[in-house]
T-cell receptor, first 116, second 114 residues
Framework: EPEVTQTPSHQVTQMGQEVILRCVPI?????FYWYRQILGQKVEFLVS??????SEKSEIFDDQFSVERPDGSNFTLKIRSTKLEDSAMYFC????WGVGSGNTIYFGEGSWLTVV | AQSVAQPEDQVNVAEGNPLTVKCTYS??????LFWYVQYPNRGLQFLLK??????LVKGSYGFEAEFNKSQTSFHLKKPSALVSDSALYFC????????????FGGGTRVLVKP
């Protein structure tokens, strides 16, 4: 069964450093997402991406964050200058079409980011 | 704005007994509703969804959920729980129009005891 894959599974970084989290969405999917889950808290939407541009973003997704689809398979989340409060599990996800059409979003296993 | 509430932080049930995880939602119009399960140190796995049609939706691993429009609820159920069902369960609501954001509830931890 096709799945969303994410790397790294766990990354420890120093505060102020740049981090890039990588994802390979399901191959025939057109919509891509990043969500995050701070330990013990709810899953929060960060950004959705379609047709090589951001289609929607949350207030969490400020100028420190950026997303990119550098080639035909990868989808990345960059955090320019990490802060302690960025420590969380980051989930990449994809769907064939948008959620607004009732499509299912499929999630990866997550990348656990620890900022020290 | 759309929102989801899962009123129980944890549900304890004995193996073989029925399992119910509660979810209520608030959204303009009719929603798309989803249930996901998260096993320890794993990602979110899709269980089932309600889009339209029959209010009783059947999903993976013997789970089902009932959409109740008048009570704005979408409770997850399983007739006979297994120890392996112990996990964190999330209800989510999606927009029925433009937009691509799933809004998640706070999650309910299910503990099934042998």
């Amino acid at each position: 069964e096709p799945e969303v894959t994410q790397t790294p599974s766990h990354q420890v970084t120093q505060m102020g450093q740049e981090v890039i989290l990588r994802c390979v969405p399901i191959s025939n999917h057109l919509y891509f997402y990043w969500y995050r889950q701070i330990l013990g808290q709810k899953v929060e939407f960060l950004v959705s991406f379609y047709n090589n541009e951001i289609s929607e973003k949350s207030e969490i997704f400020d100028d420190q964050f950026s997303v990119e689809r550098p080639d035909g398979s990868n989808f990345t989340l960059k955090i320019r200058s990490t802060k302690l409060e960025d420590s969380a599990m980051y989930f990449c996800a994809s769907s064939e079409w948008g959620v607004g059409s009732g499509n299912t979003i499929y999630f990866g296993e997550g990348s656990w980011l620890t900022v020290v | 704005a759309q929102s989801v509430a899962q009123p129980e932080d944890q549900v304890n049930v004995a193996e073989g007994n029925p399992l119910t995880v509660k979810c209520t939602y608030s959204v303009s119009g009719n929603p798309y509703l989803f249930w996901y399960v998260q096993y320890p140190n794993r990602g979110l796995q899709f269980l089932l969804k309600y889009i339209t049609g029959d209010n009783l939706v059947k999903g993976s691993y013997g789970f089902e959920a009932e959409f109740n429009k008048s009570q704005t609820s979408f409770h997850l159920k399983k007739p006979s729980a297994l120890v392996s069902d112990s996990a964190l369960y999330f209800c989510a609501v999606g927009p029925k129009a433009a937009g691509n954001k799933l809004t998640f509830g706070g999650g309910t931890r299910v503990l099934v005891k042998p």
